[in-house]
């Protein structure tokens, strides 16, 4: 049993998705997986495991930001025995050629966070997403239909950025899109409206708890790689992240 987690053994599935918003993992869990059970209320972040076509999968919320979501991801890969992480949420465009709602497929991520220079004592280490996950992921949102692009994100410490013009930087290098959390895991994002090239989404409060609970999702899946057999069958259920 883990600090932040607390779940017994066994109550985590191989893989697991992780949004960041806690009742969006209800929501995932609720909407896509049977028989969903919450194995843990830790600090109010939510994590469920049901089946999906008869697969265990669990969803996990993690927080906002690379430190928040390291938590959880250490503790699920080191006291769980957890194989694959494939972050899901939202993103901000930063290029015209994404549409709300379009899925962004994160091949690598950039970012301005010292965490990543801290673990590799200055070095700038690049992360990559699994090939393997990367393809079956991609496949599995062109068998919908679903609009997606692939390519690099660009992971923010800062929400409300002190220096807009680094990320504009970012775009003029070919960065599809900004978020807080993916440099950490395969990341599977959804256009919302919060992104930089059109005018910026301020809800109210009811709009927002509507948003919180996955209202956002309902026209795409939030997580088109369970779309098909064939994603799992390419090595998305078990395969490393």
Known sequence: MSTHIGAAAGEVAPVVLMPGDPLRARWIAETFLDDARCYTEVRGMLGFTGTWRGRPVSVQGSGMGQPSMAIYVNELFSEYDVQSVVRVGSCGALTEALSIRDVVIA??????SSMNRIAFEGLDYAPVADFGL????????????TPVHVGLLFSSDSFYAARP????RM????VLAVEISGILGVDLQLLDDTGFQGPQFRPNAAE???LRQGEQFQRVPAHPVL???KSMDNGLIGGQA
């Open 208 to 210: 927002f708890r509507e």
């Open 171 to 174: 775009t003029e290098y070919g």
């Open 107 to 112: 091949s690598g991520a950039c970012t301005d």
């Open 227 to 229: 779309a098909d057999d």
């Open 165 to 168: 013009e680094l990320t504009r």
């Open 134 to 145: 990367l393809r079956a992921a991609v496949e599995a949102a062109e068998s919908r239909g």
